[in-house]
């Protein structure tokens, strides 16, 4: 589990295939005297297992399932990418509950300046659009961020300072694909309306929405 708060913009050194997938060599400036082979580690949002450990560097292993959801499929030497250690019991949330479990990837649409922030529209397909809220959590790249708005599969970020001077996100440009976590809230919501438990019946969402309760 993670908070969607970027430790540290690593640089991948080395890609590789390995067992139908992509190792990736990846140089931090996390300590790795921190960092245990097994630890999890999300990277640009995808939660990855650290294989080995070597001076400033780690390995981690993308497979089929990952590169085929995530943009890590196209990871390349010189790329860089958001890093963040597992969530520590008792740490403070500062972002959102993350899993690391990349939904699907989504595409920039407009990215530009706007004052002291930075505002990107993102796609999404449609499947994975309805489970994003204005004034919700979402994670881009393994960034927690907040929809300001939506307009059909689009969503609006607006990225403060902070955030920008910290991860790479305002470098994302009309065409990018990001990797999308949406909030895991609002699909357990959806499983349990859409499958009552058996002999009770249930409300649908639309019933719900019918009488002014979502």
Request: with cysteine; hydrophobic share 40%.
């Amino acid at each position: 589990m993670f908070t969607g708060l970027v430790e540290d913009t690593g640089e991948i050194v080395a890609v590789s295939p390995a067992q139908g997938g992509l190792e990736l060599r990846i140089r931090t400036r996390i300590p790795m005297d921190d960092v245990a082979v097994g630890d999890s580690i999300a990277v640009d949002g995808v939660c990855l297992t650290a294989e080995s450990t070597k001076g400033d560097t780690f390995t981690a292993t993308a497979g089929r399932e990952t590169l085929a959801r995530s943009s890590l499929a196209a990871a390349r030497a010189g790329r860089r990418v958001h890093l963040e250690r597992a969530l520590q019991l008792g740490a403070r949330l500062g972002g959102h509950l993350v899993q690391g479990h990349v939904d699907c990837t989504g595409t920039v649409m407009e990215s530009r300046s706007a004052g002291e922030s930075w505002v990107l529209w993102i796609d999404l397909p449609a499947h994975e659009a309805r489970y994003v809220a204005a004034k919700g959590s979402i994670c881009v790249d393994g960034i927690s961020l907040t929809v300001n708005e939506v307009r059909d599969t689009r969503f609006r970020i607006n990225v403060v300072p902070h955030t920008s001077e910290v991860t790479t996100i305002t470098r994302r440009a009309p065409g990018d694909r990001v990797n999308i976590e949406v909030d895991i809230l609002a699909k357990y919501v959806e499983r349990l309306l859409s499958r009552p438990e058996p002999g009770k019946g249930g409300l649908s969402l639309e019933t719900l929405i019918r009488n002014g309760f979502a």
